[in-house]
T-cell receptor, first 114, second 112 residues
């Protein structure tokens, strides 16, 4: 158990809908990262937050947004969902702002868009 | 230029053998190269990582070899065990954008 929690575990929704994925980092970790893992695109880095501020941005679509709250939990919002958004979404956390700090991954949220 | 290529796609090794997975990159701005291990139904877990100023790093049975001039790095798993059966991802971090790029993964099966 990495200490990172993600909810929900599974999510099934329809095209065009909006969903919110939640992540609670390990105690003491200030950075949260979001990743998408799909069969065709592999593992992709989406975005990093450090202590409430956006720190790094990867291949995140404009339909997706994230934020980190004062209690350091983070939410990833996915809107206008398409079939191709079906994937595993992982959150990871680390102590510092640098991407070179060890990241601890959560168990993931499996999103299915029908 | 932001790609990381990884081979082989799958690998079958006998117990006690050496597993070797190779990765290559183009972007010279990459400054951190981690390897992740992922078991089915689980999130990736950091296995070992290296910076480009070091040519080799060893942690237990796992060794990263890094060739900066060739822009290649590899993971060697010595004395491979059935418990090592998993998918392995190499990755690289961009020094400028702090962006992470992952290889497509290698599915390793270690036969008992």
């Amino acid at each position: 158990d990495s200490g990172v929690t993600q909810t929900p575990k599974h999510l099934i929704t329809a095209t065009g809908q909006r969903v919110t994925l939640r992540c609670s980092p390990r105690s003491g970790d200030l950075s949260v990262y979001w990743y998408q893992q799909s069969l065709d695109q592999g593992l992709q880095f989406l975005i990093q937050y450090y202590n409430g501020e956006e720190r790094a941005k990867g291949n995140i679509l404009e339909r997706f947004s994230a934020q980190q709250f004062p209690d350091l939990h983070s939410e990833l919002n996915l809107s206008s969902l398409e079939l191709g958004d079906s994937a595993l979404y992982f959150c990871a956390s680390s102590v510092g702002a640098s991407g070179s700090n060890e990241q601890f991954f959560g168990p993931g949220t499996r999103l299915t868009v029908l | 230029q932001q790609q990381v290529k990884q081979s082989p796609q799958s690998l079958i090794v006998q117990k006690g053998g050496i597993s070797i997975i190779n990765c290559a990159y183009e972007n010279t701005a990459f400054d951190y190269f981690p390897w992740y291990q992922q078991f089915p139904g689980k999130g990736p877990a950091l296995l070992i990582a290296i910076r480009p100023d070091v040519s080799e790093k060893k942690e237990g049975r796992f060794t990263i070899s890094f060739n900066k001039s060739a822009k290649q790095f590899s993971l060697h798993i010595m004395d491979s065990q059935p418990g090592d059966s998993a998918t392995y991802f190499c990755a690289a971090k961009d020094n400028y954008g702090q962006n992470f790029v992952f290889g497509p993964g290698t599915r390793l099966s270690v036969l008992p």
